[in-house]
């Protein structure tokens, strides 16, 4: 495996360490290894099937990994209930971005807000819209007729009124037009200049994601094939070898 990075420990927030996943009986994962630090934003790609969403159903907790380690904030929580990741502090886009269609952007940031530090629902609720000017225009407007991307957008709102520190984003923009993904990964480089959340972005829109990432790696059958700089993997070749090969 190509490694271009330099490894200060002191920073790193995640650390997935050799982590084996099955469904049933039936291995998807075979033994995979990432790190995020405080601030960074990584994106996770590869070709459908290779086990990204599995990957952070683990690292959430949703799924528990039959070998390896999850640590976040150097503690091991592989096995952790979703409950407890949430609490202390990770946040999971789930593809698709479900909101509650029969109440108003404000109900359902409100319905989502948990007070994790101390901050009263309102500012948090300012802060998160500042972030999305089309969803501040009209908060009493009923979430079930937003667009596709103020959806998505509300959707990203509810997790950040909780103020994670690390944001799992599984296809954030999947299915919207350009411009509008183009629209939201901005918003997701403001969310972590704004608040130092680490963000692991899993993401279709390859050129997109690496736009704003610090880092890339790239999936295939459920092993890491490639970690390296979003430069390089554009440049030598990686992707065209990972989708096409
Ligand atoms: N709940 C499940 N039960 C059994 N197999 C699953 C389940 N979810 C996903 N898989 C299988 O695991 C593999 C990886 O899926 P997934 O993590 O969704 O890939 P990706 O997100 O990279 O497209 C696929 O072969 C998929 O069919
Ligand atoms: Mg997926």
């Known amino acids: 495996m190509h490694n271009s990075?330099?490894?200060?420990?002191?920073?790193?927030?995640?650390?997935?360490?050799?982590?084996?996943?099955?469904?049933?009986k039936k291995e998807i994962l075979h033994g995979v290894s990432l790190e995020l630090r405080k601030g960074e934003i990584a994106s996770l790609i590869g070709p459908n099937g290779a086990g990204k969403s599995t990957l952070l159903k683990v690292?959430?907790?949703?799924l528990k990994p039959t070998e390896g380690k999850v640590i976040f904030q150097g503690e091991d929580i592989a096995g952790h209930s979703p409950y407890l990741n949430v609490k202390q502090g990770i946040g999971y886009f789930i593809q698709g971005g479900e909101v509650f269609t029969d109440l108003s952007i404000a109900e359902n940031l409100e319905?989502?807000?948990?007070?994790?530090?101390?901050?009263?629902?309102?500012?948090?609720?300012?802060?998160?819209?500042?972030?999305?000017?089309?969803?501040?225009?009209?908060t009493t407007k009923r979430a079930g007729l937003l667009s596709g991307?103020?959806?998505?957008?509300?959707?990203?709102?509810?997790?950040?009124?909780?103020?994670?520190?690390?944001?799992?984003?599984?296809?954030?923009?999947?299915?919207?037009?350009?411009?509008i993904v183009k629209s939201l990964i901005d918003s997701i480089k403001e969310i972590r200049d704004k608040f130092s959340?680490?963000?692991?972005?899993?993401?279709?829109?390859?050129?997109?994601?690496?736009?704003?990432?610090?880092?890339?790696?790239?999936?295939?059958?459920?092993?890491?094939?490639?970690?390296?700089?979003?430069?390089?993997?554009?440049?030598?070749?990686?992707?065209e070898k990972a989708f096409f090969a």
């Open 5 to 24: 990075f330099s490894s200060g420990s002191n920073s790193l927030l995640l650390t997935v360490g050799n982590v084996k996943a099955s469904y049933y």
């Open 59 to 62: 690292i959430f907790g949703l």
């Open 111 to 138: 319905l989502s807000y948990y007070q994790r530090e101390k901050a009263p629902f309102k500012e948090r609720k300012d802060e998160v819209l500042e972030l999305f000017p089309a969803l501040k225009k009209e």
């Open 149 to 179: 991307g103020e959806r998505q957008m509300l959707a990203l709102g509810m997790l950040l009124i909780k103020r994670p520190r690390l944001l799992l984003l599984d296809e954030p923009s999947a299915g919207l037009a350009p411009a």
């Open 197 to 239: 959340t680490s963000i692991l972005l899993v993401k279709q829109n390859i050129r997109e994601a690496l736009r704003i990432s610090d880092r890339c790696y790239l999936l295939r059958a459920g092993k890491i094939e490639v970690e390296d700089t979003p430069e390089n993997i554009l440049e030598n070749g990686e992707l």
